[in-house]
């Protein structure tokens, strides 16, 4: 293996991808000279020469050097006979740091007219470009964030660009645009099938090629904020007709959902009143929750957290997404097949069956789940409607997540990576951070920082590691109660 000097002391994660391939017996020869990538903003980490048929054992492979050292492969693309593989992980002010490689194949011929016509046909029908609906009350930070991302778009996509709630090929510039009067029956309709036309006609003419040449696409509300906020579409009326025309509407590929309290939000902005704020923030949960695509962003934050967030989120949607088109192997738990049967009946809400399948196993699902939830014991479990549950997480039985009297209809949102062990309940307006670990019969009224262990009745076994010596160190301690109001929703 040829090794440029200095791209180790350079790149050391570089270094340590060079050295793991060498090791899984992968013979390749790396190029002086890197060379820039067309279809993303990051210069080339380094080009790698292999044989042909070690090309397709690459995927497998870089998938397990992520998984070992932290990092996501995000994003794959192809070229001829080159594939371009990106990689992504969180530096110290935790947003995404992102590294590329370009795997060439040795002596590689020039396709023939067929086969790049295939692959322009590939790239048509799995863009590389996200499609993403941000949305949320005024004043939660949500055009904030999406100026942020369209001014500066992530490494993986080679421009960005914004669109304010629908593509606008039809009327670009609304007839009275601050207008709140209602429209009448007619008006409402026609205004409905403007919308439709417009979203169906302006993807297939102007989204699907920009996100054919990689293009990060954020829309500034969507068609389905009119199911959460007619009123700011003068639509009062005709929300059954405007469900129905949901399917005919281009589905974007990520929801960033801006959840913010109404108490915080009160102190941000005087537009929205207070019991409007409450009943928004339950309307963007219940339109929303059958999607597995849909993250609930914490808009409590200072702006730039939120926009870590979000870049985090985008990020994650991308290594979901490119472990789907590579067919890498699923590294979650399998689930026994009387989980199967549960998770089966309970998303397609069988009339009758449904009911009985929750009856013989004492469970009642209402929540969307992702497909890689662990349910190692189905029996016992109890998930509010509004409840956000993350990837990878871990739920074990007799496990209750769900409101409380004073907020019946906020529930909690789970983290990535949580294991919640047996009897514990999870109640309220409360968010899990990731990779937390709630104890079995714990109870949880309180926000949990990620990582955290949690014991007993909101008591969080805290676990840091000295610097200096390297010994961890555990404390308990009462997570503190923050100010709220009890306001009913």
Known sequence: MQQPKGIEADAPRLGALLRYLQTEQVEHVVSDEPVEDDCSRVSLTATIVVAAETLPLLPPLLNEFCRRHDMQLVHNWCHGGDELFMFSWLNERQRPDFMSLRVQRHAAKQGSWWQRKREQLRRWREPSGLLIACLGPPGSGRSNVVEQLGAQPLAPFAAAHVINIRPRLMRPVPVDPDSRVPRGRLGTIAKLMMFVADYWLGYWWRIRPKLVASTMVVSNRYFDDILVDPGYYRIDRFRSLAR??????????????????????????????????????????????????????????????????????????????????????????????????????????????????????????????????????????????????????????????????????????IGDDVTIGAGARILGDVRIGKGATIGANAVVTRDIPPGATVVGADRIVATSRNSATGDIEAKVAKFPLPPRRNTAA
């Open 244 to 413: 129905w025309l949901l399917p005919w509407v281009p589905r974007p590929q990520l929801w960033l959902v801006f959840d913010v309290p109404s108490e915080v939000l009160q102190t941000r902005t005087r537009e929205v009143a207070e019991e409007e704020a409450g009943r928004l923030r339950s309307e963007y949960r219940k339109v929303l929750r059958r999607r597995e695509d849909v993250v609930v962003l914490d808009a409590s934050q200072t702006l730039d957290e939120l926009s870590a967030e979000a870049e985090r989120a985008i990020v994650a949607q991308l290594a979901r997404r490119t472990a789907l088109r590579l067919g890498l192997p699923d590294t979650s738990k399998d689930n026994p097949t009387s989980t199967d049967v549960l998770l089966f009946f309970c998303r397609r809400h069988v009339p009758v069956l449904s009911k009985l399948v929750r009856v013989l196993f004492n469970s009642d699902i209402h929540c969307r789940l992702p497909g890689d939830v662990h349910m190692p014991h189905p029996y016992g479990i109890v998930l509010h409607r509004q409840a956000v549950i993350g990837h990878r997480v871990t739920i074990m039985q007799q496990v209750m997540i769900g409101g409380r009297d004073g907020n019946p209809n906020i529930a909690p949102v």
